[in-house]
């Protein structure tokens, strides 16, 4: 079974987990409908070279399934970068310099067709 390459990839880091009142501009919603389970997620501001420590804060994310990425509210950078492990091989797929103060939500998909993971941002 053929699984994703690695693509441009946005994502935010979670510096820490803020109360609703303590929101950052950054949160969003990271929906997986790639048809295989996560095993990691990485954010990391788009200046940075360390993808630093997975922020799923859970062992696996199920295909179909969602998590809430939060920002601290001092948070400031608006530009992250975004990277996703697949259990099944550990290969991944990446997406840079992500607008996360304009996105609520992003959903990731796997075309087996084409062997291409994508992202949308609502």
Partial sequence: MKMPLAAAFLFAAVLSAPTPAAAGDQDFTLVNKTGYELNAVYVSPSRESDWGEDVMGRDTLGNGESVEIEF?????SCRWDLKAIYTV???SAEW????????DKITIRYNKNTD???ATYD
Avoid: A, Q, W
């Avoid at 601290?72 to 400031?76: F, L, M, N, P, V």
């Avoid at 840079?96 to 996105?103: G, R």
């Fill in 72 to 76: 601290h509210r001092s948070e400031k």
């Fill in 89 to 91: 091989d550990g290969s």
């Fill in 96 to 103: 840079s310099n992500i607008d996360l103060c304009s996105v």
């Fill in 116 to 118: 291409t993971t994508s």
